[in-house]
């Protein structure tokens, strides 16, 4: 425990210095993640990227981010925080630089993958410093300016990315981690004192990490062959059995280990239980959305890589200033309504999304995209508070840091199953629209099987040579409806996820009318 703890007074801005390296830190790790999604255009053109490297490009960072978060918690707790805090940094902006200077796509999403690890252990670890210098008096205010920053770099993570992709610049998308880096790391090394590992004599769970990250990397490798191949091919159906294999060896070593990552007797309240299928329900469906919805964007509606980023930003202001609101009608009336109502909100969102076709580009945004996303800006201020809120007030105090855990590993691995479940149905659906598509046109069958070749790149699928202009253009219209066909199944999957949400929000969660915590299994009734 570090000294504020004991004297929360006397160390203050050595408490401050902890909650500037943990802003910026944690900073590099939101910019970096919503920054790629709109680089990703550019990204794909530079490096000749097919539609499953791109899935691989946001999955190599996020599979390892969502398997081993519960575990780079247990490493600081065992090694020291701000020892392991160091080493997460370190090897986040080493694999940053690696993958700014990636050669090809696989180097780039062998980068990404050392880079999930890094934020693994960095992410954790910052939570872990804030609460470890701040005492019980601050330590919220000091995780609401965490949080706050948190949200603003998601904020304008997809400006700064569509700004460098539209100056040829995507790379520098991870170059901006550098000195955000070095200034957290100069602050540690010379600011912050050594604290004393909290290991209490047990042993850290790596069977546990090792069954969950390779049952979860084994599942995603399996969908993504999946879309390019089928069951027959023996890596498909031998990888997603071994996914299966590697969950089920995780719940046994979880009720055996003498320090699991994830009680899972925990799961036997309510609340918690049913707070995390809307969590897992809802980021699926919030994930995969906008990971097409920038290709779309840019590669069939024509927007800018600049302008599809600040696209995004309704949705995060309507956060920011609903979030307040959502949370004190939690205080009020209990999570049910609250989660059921925003679910809901978003569900109807996503089919706003699903209306436009091929527009005209952006003159045309105000009245095609803007009021899908309106809408789903206020399902998100409605949802992302409550549900987090009714996770982390579902448990006794002495659960608190496990319940984050499970509150962020939960939304980090909706993001993961995001792109392996809709990612490869997006390609198998824009491929066979495709397919119907262009045996419509007037086109010779050597170019239509060249298309098809093609087709793993999406929107980005290039026109075979050798047509006239009129069938160049009329293969291009192929190629942006195929896309908008497919990314209208997508949006529509994902407001039926949220509907289940909504659902299960309704029927498993209780609304408060006596005293007892939010979300807690006393004090609640059924309205």
Known sequence: MSVLSSKPDANR???????ATSILASGMAFIDGTAL????????????????????VTNGFSLPLAALLLFGGAVGDHHGRRRTFIAGIALFVGASMACGFAPNVKALIAARVVQGVGAAIMIPGSLAMISSYFGPAERGRAIGLWSAFSVLATTLGPVVGGMLAGANLWRGVFFINLPLALVALAILGVKIPADQPATDGKRLDLRGAGCVTA??????????RWSGSSLSDVWVWGTLVGGVVGMVLFVVSQKTAEQPLLPLGIFKNR??????????????A????????????IQVQGYKPALAGLTQVPIMMLLISLSAGAGRWVDRKGPRWPLAIGSSVTGVGFMLLAGPGVTAGPGEFWSSFFPGLLVVGIGLGLTATPVSATMMTSVASEHLGLASGINSSLTRLAGVFAIAALG????????????????ELPVSGAAAAQLMR??????????PAGLDAQGAEAVRGAIRWAFVDAFRWIVGIAAVLCWVAAGVAALGLRSRVGGGGIGSEKGHASS
């Open 13 to 19: 801005p050595l408490a401050k210095w902890v909650l």
């Open 37 to 56: 999604s709109v680089a990703l255009p550019a990204l794909q053109a530079d490096l000749g990227a097919t539609g499953a490297n791109l899935l691989w």
């Open 215 to 224: 049952g979860l990397a084994a599942f995603n490798y399996g969908l993504i």
């Open 271 to 284: 609340t918690l239980a049913a707070a995390s299928v809307v969590s897992f329900l809802y980021y699926t």
């Open 286 to 297: 919030f994930h995969g959305t906008l990971f097409f919805l920038p290709l779309n964007l």
């Open 424 to 439: 490869p149905l997006m390609l198998a659906l824009f491929a066979q629209v495709l397919e119907e598509r262009v045996g």
């Open 454 to 463: 093609d087709a793993s790149k999406l929107a980005a699928t290039p026109v």
